[in-house]
């Protein structure tokens, strides 16, 4: 009992601040909706922010096939979230998560598509396999670059991400174009679709997706290698003494955070999208960010931030149709809670919570090796 | 296999583009102008101490602003002061959020990489938010763009030559430039000769930001004349590369600023003035998808290795704390 209460206490000392942080999030974005209000059809309308906030909830939780779309919604998001918090780890901003994404997607459309008639073991493995590959490739030569030159990863993964979003067009367009369609796009993908579990559309992207949660924590807590990747980004000069590598830690790092980036582009195209066309939405990438901060970059954190994240993406479509509040409320309130957590004094003076000098854990510091000389 | 088709082709490459370079220089200069600005912005945020990834945003945001403000008051007043306006409160936006990130990075001492991130995310979902609800609906164009003065390029392209000289002389001629760069290697020494960190650091980045603000007034105003959601398309990010391959130096980052520009420009005058012969064949089979993609691989490769060692200031990315030792 005693356990479990401290536990719970421990729980909550972690939990508290980012759960402060939503709700003085939703609190500001209120304010916003409410101002802007006047532009909406209804005209000015101090109640609107409920009104909008009912119909968020409705259309995340109302039922059955709302919380499966969630489910649904969240699964990309908490392997994008693991991608970027994995990168913490070692110190590293993956911001190439939406590059690895699209990488992801566009393997995993392309073999699925060849393999649409091959029995649905193989071509689900082997279309989830690409996926991953295309992912730790993109993710590994900023991790190397990083590690070899000194090239800071936030420039050159955002690099990549417009990169890889054009060449990719361009596969599409010319190289793997399928026959029969009036724009460029790959053709169906037949049996390597995740099959569906449950309801309309929960695939087998969303256990997968808790399960890479439950593996993650593993690997950081459990394995020789987490403690290297955590021992560079705490110190890479304590790493190198200690003859950990922290060129192999930091590209092994960035790989693996790509691979979790491409297993997420993976998942959308087997069990959502079906096809790669060019100007499917990367937003998974950048919602990925808020998910890890949100989550303090510790797994389980990612998994609650990714359901929380996940039920916006879920509830915002209804919540436009039926009150006029634009969908991009919901990046305004990711940029509103990262704000308060970042600058958690905001929180702690509206909420009056008392300042503890031990709960940030996994505070990173990301920017401290920001056009550093390479660690190799 | 023909031995000499790689010299002969590089040959009609060079004939090409001093052929095209009268058309190809004012294209290049309009390209690096937002460039240009963000990486002045970049300069002055290092300088001082103070990492900016928030470029991108704050240049997303500013184009927003300065176009709605252009928007909604070019009917009353008339297009060229709702032009005027439309700058003013473009660089008015720059340098508030120069105050959000300067307060962030220097009295809050969050970490400038996350800081940067909430300026970007933020102005994303402010400005796509805001566009959905006023300016969609209402299926108005803006106030049009400012007139240009000569060879296509308006005044903000032409003031931004000037602005990297008048920047790079007051880095390195001025006594607040000689304060700022101090303030950026070495904080506690410059506290103890009675520099205040905190106001340097403030003035900077609050500077700074108002000029990629302008940079953003360049984008909807002076350039297209239009806005479309997250159309900054990751020039924010490019500057930062302009401001690493300049070694930290306005000069420098004016020639990295040039050089992306020209990767840019290329695909537009391969398209405008095709190249005659062999050369001009193969210029025309490269799919536009590429030259498009070209501008962020240079970048990439540029960084990683082009440049070498290029050392940051000392004290970049740290927020200085008066009590620790040091």
Known sequence: MTALRTRLAAWWRVATLPILAIVLALAIAAVIIVMSS???GAGFFPLLPLVAYGSLLAGAFGGGVAITNTLVAAAPLMLGGLAIGLGFKAGLFNIGVAGQFLAGAFAAAVVGARLAEAPVVLAVTASMFAGALAGAVLGAIPGFLKARTGAHEVVTTIMLNNAAALLLAWAVTDLVRAP????PRTGDIGNAALPVLLGRNLHLGVPLAFIGVFVLRWLLDRTTLGFEIRTVGANPNAARYA?????????????LSGLLGGLAGAIQMLGVIGFYASGISAFVGFDSIAVALLGRTDPI???????LFGAFRAGAPLMQIETDVPIEIIDIIQALIILFLAADLIVRRVFRVRSRPTDTPGATTVTRAWGKESVA | MDVLLVPRLLGELVVYLALVIPDLLPIVLGLATPLALGALCGVLNERSGVVNIGIEGIMLMAAFTGYLAGFATHAEIGAAAALALGVIVAVVTGALLGLLHAWLCVTVRADQVIAGT??????????????RLIITPSGEGGAGVIPSVVLGLGPIAFATLALVGLVHFLLYRSRWGLRTRAVGEHPKAADTV??????????SVIAGCALAGLGGAYLTLESTGSFQ??????RGFIALAAVVFGRWTPLGAWGGALLFGAFTALGVIVRVRPAAGEVGALLAAIPSFWYAALPYLVTIVILAGVVGRAVPPAADGIPYDKEARA
């Not at chain 1, 954190?301 to 359901?307: E, Q, V």
Request: net charge positive.
């Open chain 1, 38 to 40: 006047v532009f909406t």
């Open chain 1, 180 to 183: 029969g369609f009036t724009f």
């Open chain 1, 243 to 255: 003859g950990v590598s922290p060129l192999v830690i930091v590209t092994l790092t960035m790989a």
């Open chain 1, 301 to 307: 954190g990612i998994l609650f931030a990714a359901l």
């Open chain 2, 118 to 131: 909430i300026l970007n995310v933020g102005a994303f979902g402010m400005t796509a938010y805001f566009n």
């Open chain 2, 194 to 203: 009675g520099i205040n960190v905190f106001r340097v650091r403030y003035q």
């Open chain 2, 229 to 234: 959601n997250g159309m900054t398309g990751g």
